[in-house]
């Protein structure tokens, strides 16, 4: 399919004992960022750099664009682009001779290669820091030049394997904007990382991964309604009401309820049961009722709030599931 950007079937790649990737199915839309989310371990990385055809698969298929990563590796290559792997900076060099630099080697003439280093420290917010030497560059504003390096020809295609780990919570949310530049010149981004919030705010939609296995697949939504309609989060005025007020969430809800650090503090996971708009319509109607029982046995609410699962839920209830199922077997 011409609109796919990368497809991958039981894709494979053994280290020894490990199984770095086992058999991963991915079907990643052209035009958007998709987000391979999963923990620490969970194969992205080896998944990435068998994509970008810096490693040979052991088993399965790959394409990008529709072509093979092993038999038509310069042709994905020519379209690809990977942070952190193609482009290596100079310390020494300020960002504005990094980024010309590099453009010289890809082939650009000296004015060509002068006109896109300045474009692209002005996208990113680099104009400034363009002038001092890379060594002196906080680790947020390398990761921006690191990914300017990487798009000074667009690629159709750009892996950003991690590009926030380790970074504040400001420079997250200027390598967030930078990928949002990126995807409206047209540019696929297939961003691998372990933040689910991440994955929330940028992705179109996600690939859950969990050693090398595709666990889940879906819009951030359709992610969030496969695990409940929601949950309800109450404060209670009284610490001592809480065991009973544990008992009639339960009741009221049928849903486990879990009693937060916070001694005034309760949550519910509702179940829901139909799907969609449906489903939420029933959530709100379940925590009225369940506010209800509250009031009449005299428990005080100070504060209630009742919120679509977190992805953070989500994955725990994925991955909850898989260790039960590996129980049983
Ligand atoms: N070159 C390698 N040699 C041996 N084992 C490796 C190598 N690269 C990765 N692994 C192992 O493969 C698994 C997946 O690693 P990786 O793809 O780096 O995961 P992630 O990027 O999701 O953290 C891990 O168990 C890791 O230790
Ligand atoms: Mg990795």
Same mark, same amino acid.
């Given at each position: 399919?011409?609109?796919?950007?990368?497809?991958?079937?039981?894709?494979?790649?053994?280290?020894?004992?490990?199984?770095?990737?086992?058999?991963?199915?991915?079907?990643?839309?052209a035009?958007?960022?998709?987000g391979?989310?999963?923990?620490?371990? $969970?194969?992205k990385?080896?998944?990435?750099?068998?994509?970008?055809?810096?490693?040979?698969?052991?088993?399965?298929?790959?394409?990008?664009?529709?072509?093979?990563?092993?038999?038509?590796?310069?042709?994905?290559r020519?379209?690809?682009?990977?942070?952190g792997?193609?482009?290596?900076?100079?310390?020494?060099?300020?960002?504005?001779?990094?980024l010309?630099?590099?453009?010289?080697?890809?082939?650009?003439?000296?004015?060509?290669?002068?006109?896109?280093?300045?474009?692209?420290?002005?996208?990113?917010?680099?104009?400034?820091?363009g002038?001092r030497?890379?060594?002196?560059?906080?680790g947020?504003?390398?990761?921006?030049?690191?990914?300017? $390096?990487?798009?000074?020809?667009?690629?159709?295609?750009?892996?950003?394997d991690?590009?926030?780990?380790?970074?504040?919570?400001?420079?997250?949310?200027?390598?967030?904007?930078?990928?949002?530049v990126?995807?409206?010149?047209?540019?696929?981004?297939?961003?691998?990382?372990?933040?689910?919030?991440?994955?929330?705010?940028?992705a179109?939609?996600?690939?859950?991964?969990?050693?090398?296995?595709?666990?889940?697949?879906?819009?951030?939504?359709?992610?969030?309604?496969?695990?409940?309609?929601?949950?309800?989060h109450?404060?209670?005025?009284?610490?001592? $009401?809480?065991?009973?007020?544990?008992? *009639?969430?339960?009741? $009221?809800l049928?849903?486990?309820?879990?009693?937060?650090?916070?001694?005034?503090?309760?949550t519910a996971?509702?179940?829901g049961?139909?799907?969609?708009?449906?489903?939420?319509?029933?959530?709100?109607?379940?925590?009225?009722r369940? *506010?209800?029982?509250?009031?009449?046995?005299?428990?005080?609410?100070?504060?209630?709030?009742?919120?679509?699962?977190?992805?953070?839920?989500?994955?725990?209830? *994925?991955?909850?599931?898989?260790?039960?199922?590996?129980?049983?077997?």
């Amino acid at each position: 399919m011409p609109d796919l950007a990368i497809q991958t079937s039981g894709l494979v790649k053994v280290f020894g004992e490990t199984r770095a990737v086992d058999g991963l199915d991915l079907a990643v839309p052209a035009g958007a960022v998709y987000g391979v989310l999963g923990p620490n371990g $969970a194969g992205k990385t080896t998944a990435v750099r068998m994509l970008a055809t810096l490693l040979r698969p052991d088993g399965g298929e790959a394409t990008v664009f529709g072509h093979d990563v092993v038999r038509e590796a310069d042709a994905v290559r020519s379209r690809v682009s990977l942070t952190g792997q193609y482009a290596s900076l100079d310390e020494d060099l300020t960002g504005t001779e990094n980024l010309i630099l590099l453009a010289r080697l890809l082939g650009h003439r000296k004015p060509a290669a002068r006109e896109r280093a300045a474009e692209l420290l002005d996208a990113f917010g680099l104009t400034d820091a363009g002038r001092r030497q890379v060594k002196t560059y906080s680790g947020g504003m390398r990761r921006r030049l690191d990914i300017a $390096a990487s798009i000074l020809n667009t690629p159709d295609l750009l892996f950003l394997d991690e590009p926030t780990t380790g970074l504040d919570p400001r420079s997250r949310n200027q390598v967030w904007d930078i990928v949002r530049v990126v995807v409206a010149h047209g540019t696929t981004v297939l961003l691998t990382t372990q933040y689910l919030e991440e994955a929330d705010r940028l992705a179109a939609r996600i690939a859950v991964i969990d050693r090398g296995k595709v666990i889940a697949e879906g819009t951030p939504g359709q992610l969030k309604s496969s695990v409940g309609a929601g949950a309800v989060h109450v404060r209670l005025r009284d610490p001592g $009401a809480r065991p009973a007020a544990e008992r *009639l969430l339960a009741e $009221a809800l049928d849903a486990s309820v879990y009693l937060e650090a916070d001694p005034v503090a309760l949550t519910a996971r509702l179940t829901g049961g139909s799907t969609g708009e449906g489903r939420d319509s029933a959530a709100a109607e379940q925590a009225a009722r369940a *506010l209800g029982r509250l009031a009449e046995a005299g428990i005080v609410v100070d504060d209630f709030s009742l919120g679509q699962p977190s992805l953070d839920e989500v994955f725990l209830a *994925l991955t909850d599931h898989r260790a039960t199922e590996e129980a049983a077997a």
